[in-house]
C-alpha cells in the first residue's frame, strides 16, 4: 500500500516537450500547403484531369499533415522514479506476466526462453511475479524449453540480482565480451558457470529441435500425444512454484505454460483470444492486480522495468486521473528500426500528452479491473466499487453473463473487483479450472473480446482493445526511458517486415468498421476529441492509393506532354514543401542520433511500405467486406540473437550490441508485395528515356502548356525514394528482383506507357 504522505516527492512527474517553434514550423506548411491546394482549384480549367489528379492527392495529403499536425501539438511523457518505490510503497503489488507464442519454428523456443527468463529476473520480490506463457501451437519443443529455462532460472535470477546485470535475457547478455578487466575472480568464476549451463540449455533446445522424439521418453508428456496446433484439448501445467517464497533473491517466480483447447470447426481469435485465456487463467491461479504483457521476442532490457510501471500505478495524483495502463516505448535490437523510434518519440509523445499512448501490443502494464471492463465512474474517490457499480457487477447472474459460468472464476473476479488481497493458493489445486475455463465454447455469450479483455473483430487487436480503454474515459501514460525497457526482434528479412505492415495495416482498417470505429460518436466526452483524431490516425494507410498514383503522375505528365507542377511563385511553394519536410524529417533522426544515411533508408522505406503493404491490406478488407474472404492472422518469422561471439572468451557486464552490420540490404522474393515497387521504377524509367532522347519538346515547358524540367525532377525523386527496386532490377538472387515479379510489372508499364503517349 502507498504511503499517503505528501511530504514525500512523487513517485513520477509528466514531462512536457511543448516547442513553439516546432509548432510555427507545422503552421507555415499547412499554411504553404493549403495556399498551394487554393492555386489548384483556381487554376483547374486552365489544365487537363491531371491537375485535378494532383490536386486529390494533395488534399489526402495535406488532411494527413493536418492530423499528425494536432497529434504533435502537445508531447509529453511520464518519468518514473524507481528509487523512491521503497520509502513509498511498504507492500508492493502482485504482477502477472504473460508472453504468448504460437508456432515454434517461426518463433524459435529458445527465443522465448530467453524472454522468459529476462522476465523472471527483473528487480521485483519473485514472490509477487508469476510468468505465464501461452502456446497456442500447443508444441511440446515450447514446453520442453521451459522446463528446462526453469532449471537454468535457478542460476541465471541469483547472478544477475547478486552483479545488478543490466541486460537480464542471457543470449545477449553472453553476445558480447568484457571491456573492462576485472579483478573480481569470485565474478570470473560464477560468469564462467552461467555461461556453460546456458550452452547446456541452448544445446538441449536446439537438440530437441532437431529430434523430436526425445520428447516422448517423458511421461510429462503425455498430454500432447495425439495433437495437432489446431486440434487439442486445454493443457495447463505449473512449470515452476514459487511455495512459500517470502521475496528473496535467489527465488524463482512462478511459471505456468497453459494451451487452450482449439477445434477446426471454432474460431478461437488468435492472439487476443490467447490473451484472454491468459487473463483467466492468471485470475484463478495467482489474481494479481497488474499484468505486463510482453511478446515472446522482447526481452526486458532494464530490470526495473516492473518498479518504472509501478511508480505510475501507484501514484496517488495519477490515480484521481484514472491511469488504466502503461505503455513503454519499443525498440529492437536486430534490425533497421529507426523509423518506428522516430515515430514513437515524436508522435507516439505527442499522443501521450493527449489522454495517453496507444496500446501497442507488448511492453505494456495493465490494470485487470479495467480490463474487466469496470469505467472510472464505477469507482468511489477512494478506489472502491461505486454502489451502482457493485449492484452491476457483482451480482451471481451478471458474473456469469459477462464472465462465464466457472464458479472459481467469479469467485476469482469478485475478489480482483473489490481489491481483495490474493489469498496463498497452491496453484496446481487450480489447474481443475483453468482446464475449464479453456474450452473452445466458455466465452460462447459472455463479454469476453466484447466489453471485457482483449477486445474482438480486428487482427489488430491492441489498437482495438485501446479505443475501447480510452472509450470508458480512462487515461494511460507513456514511458520513454534512456535505457530502453523492452528489446525485440523485428521479422526476419524485407518480406517478412512487408507482411507484418499488411496484417498491421489490415487489421487498423477493420477497425474503422467494427463497433471500435473512431467514427462513432466523435465528439463522445468521455474520449477527448483529439484522443479519438489519434486513432482516426490509422486512416494514414488508406493514403497508399493517392501516394502510388502520385509516384507516377511525373511519368505520366512526361509520357502525355502534361503539366504536373505549378510554375513560378507556386513552384517554389511546392520546392519550399518538399525542403522543410526533408529538414524537418531530417532533424527528426539527427536529433535521437541516427546518421543521414538512416534517414534515407527511412524515407525510402516509408515509401515502400505505404504503396506495398497498405496497398493490398486495403484488397485485404475489400474482400472481407464483399464476403469473399476473411481476414488472416499470420505470424512473422523472427531471427534468434546470434550467439557465435556470445559464447566465445570473456566475461561480460552486459553491455548490448548495436545493430546488424548488414542492414540496408533488400532482399526480394515472388511476393505481389514487390509488385507495385518495380511497376512504378520501370514506368519511371520509361518516361525519363523518352525525355532525355527528346521526344517531347522543351518549349512547352516554358509556355505552361506541357511537361518539362520539373516533372523530369520529380521521376528523379521517385526512382531515388524506389532505390532499392531500382538496384534490384541489375541484381541476381535473394537481393535481385524474381523474373516473375519482372515479368508482371514489365507488361504493366508497357501497357501504361502505351495509353499514356
Not at 104 to 117: G, K, N, Q, Y
Not at 503 to 515: D, M, P, Q, S, V
Not at 540 to 566: D, G, K
Request: proline share 5%; with cysteine; net charge neutral.
Amino acid at each position: 500500500m502507498a504511503d499517503s504522505s505528501f511530504s514525500l516527492p512523487p513517485l513520477c512527474e509528466r514531462i512536457s516537450y511543448t516547442n513553439y517553434f516546432l509548432r510555427a514550423v507545422y503552421l507555415t506548411v499547412l499554411g504553404l500547403f493549403f495556399s498551394l491546394l487554393l492555386h489548384r482549384i483556381r487554376h483547374t480549367s486552365e489544365y487537363d484531369n491531371v491537375w485535378l489528379v494532383a490536386f486529390f492527392c494533395e488534399f489526402c495529403f495535406f488532411l494527413v499533415c493536418l492530423l499528425i499536425t494536432c497529434l504533435k501539438w502537445s508531447p509529453a511523457d511520464t518519468k518514473p522514479f524507481p528509487d523512491r518505490l521503497d520509502e513509498r510503497v511498504h507492500d508492493l503489488p502482485s504482477v502477472d506476466m504473460f508472453v504468448p507464442t504460437a508456432d515454434p519454428v517461426r518463433e524459435p523456443p529458445i527465443m522465448v526462453v530467453d524472454t522468459v527468463l529476462s522476465l523472471l529476473a527483473v528487480n521485483y520480490p519473485a514472490n509477487k511475479l508469476a510468468c505465464y506463457v501461452s502456446d497456442d501451437g500447443c508444441s511440446p519443443l515450447t514446453y520442453f524449453s521451459l522446463k528446462e529455462a526453469s532449471k537454468f532460472a535457478k542460476i541465471w535470477v541469483p547472478f544477475c540480482k547478486k552483479y545488478n546485470t543490466r541486460v537480464r535475457a542471457p543470449s545477449r547478455y553472453f553476445l558480447k565480451p568484457i571491456s573492462v578487466a576485472t579483478e573480481d575472480s569470485e565474478f570470473n568464476r560464477d560468469w564462467e558457470k552461467t555461461k556453460r549451463e546456458y550452452e547446456k540449455l541452448r544445446r538441449k533446445v536446439e537438440d530437441a529441435t532437431g529430434d523430436s522424439h526425445m520428447l516422448d521418453v517423458e511421461d510429462d508428456f503425455e498430454a500432447f500425444s495425439n495433437t495437432k496446433p489446431n486440434d487439442h484439448s486445454t493443457i495447463v501445467k505449473v512449470v515452476w512454484e514459487n511455495k512459500g517464497g517470502v521475496g528473496d533473491e535467489k527465488e524463482i517466480p512462478h511459471i505456468i505454460y497453459i494451451s487452450r483447447e482449439k477445434r477446426p470447426n471454432y474460431v478461437h481469435n488468435q492472439k487476443c483470444g490467447a490473451m484472454n485465456f491468459l487473463a483467466r487463467v492468471s485470475g484463478l491461479m495467482t489474481n494479481a492486480p497488474y499484468i505486463l504483457n510482453v511478446d515472446c521476442d522482447m526481452y526486458a532490457n532494464d530490470a526495473d522495468v516492473v518498479r518504472q510501471a509501478m511508480c505510475i500505478l501507484l501514484q496517488e495524483s495519477l490515480n484521481m486521473k484514472h491511469c488504466a495502463f502503461v505503455q513503454f516505448r519499443q525498440e529492437f535490437y536486430d534490425s533497421s528500426t529507426e523509423l518506428i523510434v522516430v515515430l514513437q518519440s515524436y508522435l507516439g509523445r505527442g499522443i501521450a500528452g493527449i489522454q495517453g499512448p496507444i496500446y501497442i501490443g507488448s511492453g505494456c502494464v495493465h490494470t485487470r479491473r479495467v480490463m474487466y471492463g469496470l469505467s472510472p465512474d464505477d469507482f468511489e474517490v477512494d478506489g472502491s466499487l461505486s454502489s451502482v457499480a457493485t449492484r452491476e457487477f457483482l451480482v451471481k447472474d451478471s458474473l456469469a453473463r459477462r464472465f462465464g459460468n466457472s464458479k472459481q472464476m467469479m469467485k476469482s473476479v469478485v475478489e480482483a473487483l473489490q481489491r481483495n488481497p490474493n489469498p496463498e493458493n497452491i496453484l496446481t489445486n487450480s489447474i481443475e479450472a483453468a482446464q475449464e475455463v479453456g474450452h473452445c465454447h466458455y466465452e460462447y455469450q459472455t463479454s469476453w473480446g466484447n466489453t471485457i479483455g482483449w477486445l474482438y473483430d480486428s487482427v489488430a487487436e491492441d489498437l482495438n482493445t485501446s479505443i475501447g480503454i480510452h472509450s470508458r474515459g480512462w487515461t494511460s501514460s507513456y514511458i520513454s526511458p534512456d535505457t530502453p525497457a523492452f528489446l525485440g526482434s523485428m521479422p526476419a528479412g524485407v518480406p517478412e517486415a512487408l507482411l507484418q505492415q499488411r496484417r498491421w495495416a489490415t487489421g487498423w482498417i477493420e477497425i474503422l468498421f467494427n463497433k471500435q470505429s473512431p467514427l462513432r460518436g466523435l465528439f463522445s466526452k468521455k474520449i477527448r476529441f483529439r484522443q479519438r483524431l489519434a486513432y482516426l490516425c490509422i486512416i494514414t494507410c488508406l493514403r497508399s492509393i493517392p501516394e502510388l498514383i502520385y509516384c507516377l503522375l511525373p511519368a505520366y505528365c512526361l509520357l502525355h506532354n502534361s503539366t504536373l507542377f505549378p510554375k513560378g511563385l507556386y513552384l517554389g511553394i511546392t520546392v519550399t514543401l518538399v525542403g522543410i519536410h526533408c529538414l524537418y524529417t531530417l532533424w527528426e533522426f539527427m536529433s535521437l542520433g541516427y546518421s543521414v544515411q538512416s534517414w534515407l533508408v527511412s524515407q525510402s522505406v516509408w515509401r515502400i511500405v505505404a504503396t506495398s503493404s497498405w496497398l493490398f491490406s486495403i484488397f485485404d478488407i475489400t474482400l472481407k467486406l464483399l464476403g469473399i474472404s476473411e481476414t488472416v492472422f499470420i505470424i512473422t518469422k523472427k531471427t534468434v540473437a546470434g550467439t557465435k561471439s556470445a559464447l566465445g572468451s570473456g566475461p561480460s557486464q552486459g553491455e548490448d550490441v548495436g545493430p546488424n552490420s548488414d542492414l540496408f540490404k533488400f532482399e526480394f522474393d515472388g511476393s505481389l508485395c514487390f509488385l507495385p515497387g518495380t511497376f512504378i521504377v520501370l514506368v519511371n524509367i520509361a518516361a525519363l528515356a523518352v525525355f532525355s532522347v527528346g521526344l517531347q519538346r522543351w518549349s512547352y515547358s516554358h509556355e505552361g502548356g506541357g511537361s518539362g524540367l520539373a516533372e523530369a525532377c520529380g521521376c528523379v525523386l521517385v526512382m531515388m525514394l524506389f532505390l532499392p527496386f531500382l538496384m534490384g532490377l541489375f541484381k541476381k538472387g535473394k537481393y535481385g528482383t524474381p523474373l516473375s515479379t519482372l515479368s508482371i510489372a514489365g507488361f504493366l508499364a508497357v501497357l501504361f506507357v502505351v495509353f499514356s503517349v
